[in-house]
């Protein structure tokens, strides 16, 4: 009996720490940014005087965060979607060479290695309307040049397709593992039965990968719906808001202006969304 209170002390004393800074960097900013979302708290003023839901209501009565919303919903299901499936038959891919994976795997995981804010000016410079390289193969073959990131025909495609070029490697790392851990004695029994390669994918593959998919699309989806920097840098969340995002709301019409009480309420609608697509991931990953 005194062994085990002695191991539970000890299992306290070296969890302590870690748990104190978990509750430190997550719970305490939380709660502030809960409690801060009901006051009409300015930086400048230095003061907060309680203002019930009046920032909540002032929030959906913008018609600025409405169309933020809606491109972020339908940004995150297109990039969660395309990244997922793309990840996935790169996964397939590169289970299939016989020679080459590990050249292959390190060579595809080198986008996601890249911070965004490299990523984002990366890009910039090949789709310069004034010297970019894309810009300059495009005018050559007579194509149609646009100015990328500030025409509303290609400044939402052009987003989508860099996080897409970005975090495919991130599922295909995700999916390769999990199919590293399909039995190869499924696939043989399979095989001897005359399934066909479809029939393989389709009733033994999928079904041991799905939980591994459905991981991977909440991974994406809560990142993706946390997109900032390549909109900020890129776009600045134009044209014409057409490429605003619930964070690029958040700091163009609350932390800038240093309405924290303001960009404290969409930081908790944004939070809200999040959970509750999460919230159905699980949910269909645990049954």
Known sequence: MQNKKTNTGFMYQLTGPTLLFLLVMTAYPVIFTLCYSFTDYNYLKGTHPFSGLAN????????????????????TVLAAGLEVGLGLLTALFVKSLKRGQKVVRTLLLLPYLLPAVTVALIWRMMLSPNYGIVTELFANLGLPVYNWFHDVKTAFGMLLLIDVWQNVPFAFLLIYAHLQGVPESQYQAASIDGAGALQRFWHITLPNIGNGIALCAMLRTIDTFRLFEKVNILTGGGPANTTTTITQFMYMYGVKTMKFGFA???AVVMTVFVLILSSVYIRKAMN
């Open 56 to 75: 909540y209501k002032a929030l959906f009565q913008n018609m600025y965060f409405r169309q933020a919303v809606r491109n972020t919903i339908v940004f």
């Open 264 to 266: 404290s309420a969409c």
